[in-house]
């Protein structure tokens, strides 16, 4: 049978039960299981900012670099050969090898990435959860 300590005089705290299986919630059984996660959730939050922060200034310098090539090439200055630009974009980062660049090519790079970062790290889970808090919010 469950018994509760009454409530402390001027208290507005509601009873406690005086069951031992509702102990305080402790994580693990080492201190440094809390410390080892918290440390792979920081790098994991950490390092997807990062590369979120590498995507967006990539992707500048490719649409102000394309911006440039195209306004050179209207004015003739340059004649651009955009099929062979297009060939050597998608050989390099065709990932399954189909010879084309599709939703499948990006998805095997982004777990090829993860899997990479997660080497050796004692918590792969927490920094991976992480990493995409990061990615998103970052």
Known sequence: MTTTKPP???SNTAPVPNDPSLAPFTFGT???DATEISVATLVG???GFAVKKIA???????GVGFLSLQALSYSGF???DWPKIES???KRLDADGDGQLTQKDFKLMGLRLIHNLTSDIPSAGGFSAAFFVGFRYG
Not at 56 to 62: D, E, H, M, S, Y
């Open 8 to 10: 402390a005089p001027g």
């Open 78 to 80: 340059v004649k651009i």
């Open 45 to 47: 939050a950490c390092s």
């Open 56 to 62: 967006k200034g990539t992707g500048l310098v490719i």
């Open 30 to 32: 080492h201190p440094a």
């Open 88 to 90: 050597a974009i998608v």
